[in-house]
Nanobody
Framework: QVQLVESGGGLVQPGGSLRLSCAAS????????MGWYRRAPGKQRELVAG???????NYADSVKGRFTISRDNALNTVYLQMNGLKPEDAAVYYC???????????WGQGTQVTVSS
């Protein structure tokens, strides 16, 4: 089993910044991909950003240029730096991870991000 614990969510004013962290622990061999998703009230869960072990990244169009995903392979941790936050970024943010040679996706419990003045 793999456990993912997110942190760093909270309330921020429009234009502000937050940094989310997600630490993986448990029966980890090698984490292949890690990513961040979000779900806003009344909307489907959507991909925000993903990162592979070698550092390659992909982003949703809505966050390109504002959000940056990174990872520390030694710490099995993924980060999401969010700048220029907008009210439409408000959601519960979830991280996920997939191990090498596995199709199983593990999810964290989510962390709330609220963007409001």
């Amino acid at each position: 089993q793999v456990q993912l614990v997110e942190s760093g969510g909270g309330l921020v004013q429009p234009g502000g910044s937050l940094r989310l962290s997600c630490a993986a622990s448990g029966s980890i061999f090698t984490i292949a991909t890690m990513g961040w998703y979000r779900r806003a009230p009344g909307k489907q869960r959507e991909l925000v950003a993903g990162i592979i072990r070698s550092g390659g990244t992909n982003y949703a169009d809505s966050v390109k240029g504002r959000f940056t995903i990174s990872r520390d392979n030694a710490l099995n941790t993924v980060y999401l730096q969010m700048n220029g936050l907008k009210p439409e970024d408000a959601a519960v943010y979830y991280c996920n991870a997939r191990l090498e040679y596995s199709t199983v996706i593990y999810w964290g419990q989510g962390t709330q991000v609220t963007v409001s003045s």
